[in-house]
């Protein structure tokens, strides 16, 4: 059931600092207290953690997911001592990147004793999950929690159910810890509200974690969780997943459970929004999505396709042929930043010299495809949303400003207006696996974004991750390397620039500014081949060894 709602009449100043003192009492449970952060930070926060937790809390939280779960359902570490370093950690990455709305630790710790006794008692895990922190988007209701979705008049509503995907994976062992940031409408490549403020990326706090799970990749970058849920509509958990350098997953929409869950558009259509995890490997993505699955989530929630999770076999014993993937170096509006193209290049060569046949994708109309999805967002003109934004009087961020309100596609459309771009849509669609046919591949490797991590405030180009959004193909991003500001530079005649759009992402690529950043990039499949996509990447990595650098 959809949050219940009430008006803010107080000043959207006194609802915010609210809203950061009850998140500040939450990390203030926490017993004995967590060391606080440095006073002056440097840009560059990912080893902080290490000088301000035990042994024993780092220990437990620098484990490989594998490991983690492999020790926890057989009992060699119990859920308690688990769920306590989880906690004490994601309070050490509030303080170093501001992710977190707030943590529970009276409802993990109970849950946690709670699986501890029930293991005592039959010497056997709850389930797959057994013991394992989670942390979850915000946005995705827990009973009697605030359920915002970003925005200040929102700020009184209150979850009345756990959303179904939460119910699906707490029977499965799963201990949620810790509600991660969103930003304001939760349709930014950002992370930034007038409610917590703006995420910054534990890499370099002067760009953006990304969004709109941005809480989720910071949170999961610094291991204050290993496996979180987060929401996809146009790259909201690409984005985050590749700026932060660790694996998100976009799957096909209608496989995992939808309901009770807060969004602004709630029934409509028109550009399905999914959920999906974001972890620190690609084995939390499998290991979610099967459970999710498995559990027939169908049978409760109509909607779902009932499609069972399928075991899927990768390599030359694959359809009798070899594995073939397109690269998409552009889509024909903007050119990546060159640590992206050295990634695709680096990765197009050891999967060829690795007996993988790869050839070039090219792009189909990507720019049409903004178009239609642009239109199809807002087919009310933005009006709900710009006046939950207006009614409590809080300030529009940057980021709001462009999608609503400088974004020449947003328009209130008649009925007849809807059905035409509900009809384009179809027809891209159509057109799309026309041209997939042409080639032949079993994936697309393909850019998460024009650049690595972008400063603050700029993330204006969503054409790499929204693309697959429309045509509703799975998608997961992971991470390759790192920025090298002495090789990750323009050639000396790079060329005429493909589009206005271009010239400018062009113009914002500076090496030493962007040095030490995570490059990642994004595999895709066809509509309902999640599992392959997965076991595709499984099988790259295993046979190139990615990523090529650590980034932990």
């Not at 201990?175 to 992370?191: D, N, V």
């Not at 995420?199 to 970058?221: C, F, Q, R």
């Amino acid at each position: 059931m959809p949050p219940s709602k009430s008006s803010p009449k107080r000043s959207w100043q006194d609802i915010a600092r609210e809203a950061q003192d009850y998140r500040d009492l939450t990390i203030a449970q926490i017993s004995p207290p967590v060391s606080e952060v440095p006073p002056h930070l440097p840009k560059n926060v990912m080893s902080i953690p290490a000088s301000l937790l035990d042994h024993t809390e780092l220990s437990i939280t620098n484990l490989p997911l594998e490991e983690l779960l492999a020790s926890l359902t057989s009992g060699r570490l119990s859920a308690v001592a688990v769920t306590t370093s989880y906690l004490r950690r994601a309070a050490v990455a509030q303080g170093l990147v501001n992710c977190i709305t707030e943590l529970l630790p009276s409802l993990s710790l109970k849950r946690a004793r709670e699986l501890d006794e029930f293991f005592q008692q039959n010497g056997k895990p709850i389930g797959p999950l057994h013991g394992l922190p989670i942390s979850i988007k915000e946005h995705i209701c827990l009973e009697g929690l605030r359920c915002t979705t970003g925005y200040i008049s929102h700020f009184s509503n209150t979850a009345k159910s756990d959303a179904h995907i939460l119910t699906v994976i707490a029977s499965a062992g799963a201990i949620f810890h810790a509600r991660t940031t969103i930003p304001q409408t939760m349709m930014h490549l950002e992370t930034d509200s007038n409610l917590y403020g703006v995420t910054v990326n534990p890499y370099d706090n002067s760009v953006t974690a990304g969004g709109s799970s941005g809480g989720e990749g910071a949170l999961i970058a610094l291991r204050g969780s290993c496996l979180g849920i987060g929401s996809d509509v146009g790259g909201s958990i690409r984005s985050p997943a590749a700026n932060c350098g660790i694996y998100g997953f976009k799957p096909t929409a209608f496989r995992v459970p939808t309901d009770g869950w807060g969004y602004m558009m709630a029934g409509a259509d028109t550009v399905e929004t999914v959920l999906g995890p974001l972890s620190t490997s690609l084995f939390g993505l499998q290991i979610l999505m099967k459970t999710i699955i498995d559990s027939e989530p169908w049978k409760t929630e109509p909607a779902l396709i009932p499609m069972p999770w399928r075991d899927v076999k990768v390599g030359l014993e694959d359809a009798g042929r070899k594995l073939r993937i397109g690269v998409l170096w552009h889509d024909g509006v903007v050119r990546p930043h060159p640590p992206i193209t050295r990634a695709l290049k680096l990765l197009n060569d050891r999967l060829q010299a690795s007996g993988i046949e790869v050839v070039d994708f090219k792009p189909r109309l990507h720019d049409e495809a903004w178009a239609i999805l642009s239109s199809l967002y807002y087919p009310d003109g933005g009006e709900f949303d710009s006046n939950e934004i207006d009614s409590s009087g809080e300030p529009w961020r940057p980021l709001s400003k462009f999608i609503l309100q400088e974004n020449p596609c947003v328009k209130k459309l008649s009925v007849g207006e809807l059905t035409y771009w509900l009809e384009e849509r179809e027809a891209y669609r159509k057109e799309y696996a026309l041209h997939w046919n042409k080639y032949d591949v079993d994936a697309v490797l393909c850019p998460v974004g024009p650049g690595v991590a972008p400063k603050h405030n700029t993330a204006r180009y969503w054409y790499y991750t929204s693309q697959w959004n429309l045509l509703d193909y799975p998608a997961v991003a992971f991470p390759v390397f790192k920025v090298d500001k002495d090789v990750d530079v323009w050639p000396h005649n790079p060329g005429k620039s493909l589009s206005g759009l271009d010239a400018e992402n062009r113009g914002m690529w500076d090496p030493a500014e962007f040095h030490g950043l995570p490059v990642s990039l994004q595999l895709v499949g066809r509509r309902f081949e999640d599992e392959k996509v997965l076991a595709i990447l499984e099988y790259v990595t295993q046979k190139v060894g990615l990523p090529f650098e650590e980034f932990s």
